[in-house]
């Protein structure tokens, strides 16, 4: 309903400041991660040397939903962001300016995953009255009602062509849904615990799925069958899981303060990336890849941690939200950067 | 992708032996798959044209426009154009991004089929019942058309003795045929059209001239059709007999040096049937065919040796128009009575070593010896150091996009879907 919007004056309200960053947050790391390194052994330390770390700033603060965000994610097309939030509201912004568009209304419950389709015309929400939603952006018409879960709705996708809908759900099975119909053409008895995330391929042919049970699974999207299995050793409640923008690997982020990159053909994790904290909610990681390719994902202390890939250093830590960062979402070509989290604030950041 | 995960053994599957879908949606005449082989278009026998989505077995579009049967359907290369001609002597070019009509064509007289060129979506040749073969071209938003001629050309040799008193008698021959099909070569060069008298025209689609002549049957020519690679080409004639041909070297060699020979010749010796039509596989090594009247049948035969491999049964009626998947082991064919879609497809079982990282497929018991450190006890943080020191200091490339082999990698248009309409409430049973 409301935005702030602050571009100017970022430097000077005390956000995040590009000049003092390395060495401001290298020190308070260490001091943060302390009690942290002793769980796993783990030195965390910003990298310092490079020259190409990220140097995202805050540029504008979006306001207006009245409970926790769970989910914000950037249309394909790059205009419009859309949040989810526990309000049972679904709201719309400009993705340049920050402003505020519209709000879609009529789910039951609070919602915990949206999905925009291919043509970002349409966008699919999962929520906790069970059921997923197909709502036209620009008039906030329900388009479809998709009924057949008997538990919470948590994750919801579409495929690359636009025609399919995959919903994971608290009932432990994956739904994979007929867009145009509107009904239920497959069931996957998928895990033996809720499913937390569902993923297609960029050419559909594939699903991922994780769960509470600490297993990823890879479904074949025209049989229905599982492909392959993967387990982390722990067994730790894997939260979100999605593929790389080219689909040979697959990010994970369990509930063991570990974001994960999997190599699935080999069958085994290739890079592990730790320095946040992330026991208890589903704190989705991404890839930013507009400059530079960075793995980033939120934290429950209220910060935003940026990885090199490769190296699996920390390279920048974003500081702002008052509680537990739930989700974060990078533009597909612009360096923009959303974030949004229990505070029910929304952040757009930008490296310029 | 899913190529990289899956099963050899189903990969390796040739032809398809189980009915896994019927579509109905009206009565059916013809149908065609697109390039991708992810859609599926139906001509109806009430004139409407419906496209359906293989990926969910639902319909993309309707298409209304036709008031008589459809005849022949015909894709553009990137699955964005349909061309259909009907028995109302008209052909319309549909552009399946909305639905609409782009272009609608007249004829004099009712058309046996119309094929678009492979290249470009704005020429197609059209077979005429009572008029010459027609190269319509309609670029520059006018409509041209090009007669060409159904007469064989005959050979040098053969004018010089036929120009005496026999000449009126050739042309009398020659007035009797007419094309009954044309279809273009898989670059679009040529044009190859098949006639009542058995004869095999090649007409070069730039010159609009017949380029070369054989007589390949004595009966009618009723249909024509290239492989997916274009090495070889299928005749089917009224003399019940399909004939394999390769095609000739068509860049390189001369019209007049190409060899048209017979590969093989398939029958059916028991009940001596007509085919109603015939189809190539995906990869070109097996020829399907369907049969005439009560034996609703598929026949599948092997292209290298010309053996009958299988013979797949409907499930009621007479099976009119059969298509294999270009891209997959998927055959789907029409009935004459209800006009029903069958899909025969493979069906593999669920691999279960998927469902965990150390299951395996064993052929027999194996007897499990344990590693030396089987039981020992690592506290945590030892452990979970080791494991992260295992971990590949290897460059990970998450960005690039590699191309998986088996896999159409051309782009393909894709239907957008269309939510607002209310009238499309589609139930999976008959609409009459």
Not at chain 1, 180 to 189: E, H, I, Q, S
Request: proline share 3%; aromatic share 10%.
């Amino acid at each position: 309903m409301d935005k702030m919007d602050l571009d100017g004056p970022v430097e000077s309200s005390g956000e995040t400041t590009d000049s003092e960053l390395p060495a401001h947050y290298g020190d308070s790391l260490h001091d943060i991660s302390a009690p942290k390194s002793s769980v796993n052994g783990i030195q965390v330390v910003v990298a310092t040397e490079r020259t190409d770390l990220p140097k995202y700033v805050l540029q504008f603060v979006l306001e207006g939903h009245r409970a926790g965000v769970t989910n914000v994610k950037f249309s394909a097309d790059g205009r419009w962001i859309a949040t989810s939030s526990a309000d049972k509201t679904i709201k719309i912004w400009h993705a340049d300016n920050g402003e505020y568009e519209s709000t879609i209304e009529g789910h039951g419950r609070g919602i915990n995953d949206i999905a925009w389709s291919p043509d970002s015309n349409v966008l699919a929400s999962a929520s906790d009255d069970k059921t997923v939603r197909i709502w036209n952006v620009m008039s906030g018409r329900v388009l479809r009602t998709l009924r057949g879960h008997t538990n919470y709705a948590y994750s919801v996708d579409f495929n690359p062509k636009g025609n399919l809908i995959a919903s994971g759900s608290f009932d432990e099975s994956i739904k994979i849904w007929d867009v145009k119909k509107g009904v239920c053409l497959r069931t996957l008895p998928a895990h033996s615990d809720p499913v937390s995330a569902v993923h297609f391929t960029r050419d559909g042919t594939m699903i991922v799925s994780c769960s509470h049970d600490g297993q990823i699974r890879l479904w074949d999207t025209s049989t229905g069958q599982c492909l392959k299995t993967l387990i982390e050793d722990s067994n730790s409640p894997v939260s979100c899981v999605r593929f790389s923008p080219n689909g040979k690997y697959l990010l994970s982020g369990s509930l063991d303060s570990a974001v994960r990159l999997w190599d699935y053909l080999k069958g085994r994790c290739v890079k592990t990336y730790q320095g946040h904290r992330n026991e208890k909610f589903i704190c989705v990681p991404t890839f930013s890849i507009t400059r530079g390719v960075w793995v980033v994902s939120g934290s429950e202390d209220g910060r935003i941690f940026f990885w090199d890939v490769q190296t699996k250093e920390v390279v920048q830590v974003l500081d702002g939200h008052k509680d537990v960062v739930l989700a974060v979402d990078a533009h597909p070509t612009k360096n923009l950067l959303v974030s949004a989290g229990l505070d029910g604030v929304v952040k757009i950041w930008i490296e310029r | 992708m899913n190529l990289l995960l899956s099963d050899p053994f189903a990969l390796s599957q040739e032809y398809p032996e189980n009915l896994t879908h019927t579509l109905n949606y009206g009565h059916s005449t013809c149908i065609k798959f697109n390039r991708k082989g992810d859609y599926l278009a139906s001509g109806l026998i009430d004139g409407t044209v419906v496209v359906f989505d293989f990926e969910t077995y639902g319909i993309a579009r309707v298409l209304r426009g036709h008031t008589r049967s459809v005849q022949s359907l015909s894709w553009s290369r990137d699955g964005r154009y349909l061309l259909s001609s009907s028995r109302d002597w008209k052909c319309i070019l549909w552009d399946l991004k909305d639905g609409s009509r782009e272009k609608t064509v007249r004829f004099e007289s009712a058309i046996w089929g119309a094929e678009l060129h492979p290249f470009n979506h704005q020429i197609f040749i059209a077979a005429l019942l009572d008029d010459s073969p027609t190269l319509v071209d309609f670029s520059d938003n006018t409509i041209r058309k090009h007669l060409l001629f159904s007469a064989p050309l005959q050979k040098d040799d053969e004018e010089e003795e036929d120009e005496g008193e026999d000449g009126d008698v050739r042309e009398r021959k020659q007035d009797k045929q007419s094309t009954l099909v044309a279809t273009f070569t898989q670059s679009g060069q040529y044009i190859f059209a098949g006639t009542s008298k058995g004869w095999l025209n090649v007409i070069d689609s730039e010159t609009l001239q017949t380029v070369r002549s054989e007589k390949l049957t004595t009966s009618n020519i009723k249909h024509i059709c290239f492989s997916v690679s274009g090495k070889q080409f299928l005749v089917n004639s009224s003399d019940r007999t399909i004939r394999l041909y390769n095609t000739p070297d068509l860049t390189y060699v001369d019209p007049v040096d190409w060899d048209i020979d017979v590969v093989h010749r398939f029958q059916d010796v028991v009940n001596r049937l007509q085919w109603n039509s015939v189809a190539f596989s995906s990869n070109g090594d097996y020829v399907l065919a369907s049969t005439y009247q009560d034996a609703h049948d598929i026949y599948i035969w092997e292209t290298t040796v010309g053996s009958l491999v299988k013979i797949i049964e409907a499930p009621r009626e007479e099976i009119v128009d059969v298509q294999w998947d270009p891209n997959r082991t998927l055959v789907a064919a029409t009935g004459l009575d209800h006009g029903t879609i069958y899909v025969w497809a493979t069906v593999t079982p669920q691999r279960w070593s998927a469902l965990a990282p150390d299951f395996v497929e064993v052929e027999e018991n194996v007897e499990y010896e344990e590693r030396e450190d089987e039981f020992d006890i690592i506290p945590d943080e030892v452990a979970n150091k080791r494991k992260l020191d295992q971990e590949d200091d290897d460059e990970v490339d998450v960005v690039t996009i590699e191309r998986v082999r088996g896999e159409f990698s051309e782009e393909s248009f894709v239907i957008p879907v269309i939510l607002e309409e209310d009238e499309e409430t589609f139930d999976s049973s008959d609409s009459d």
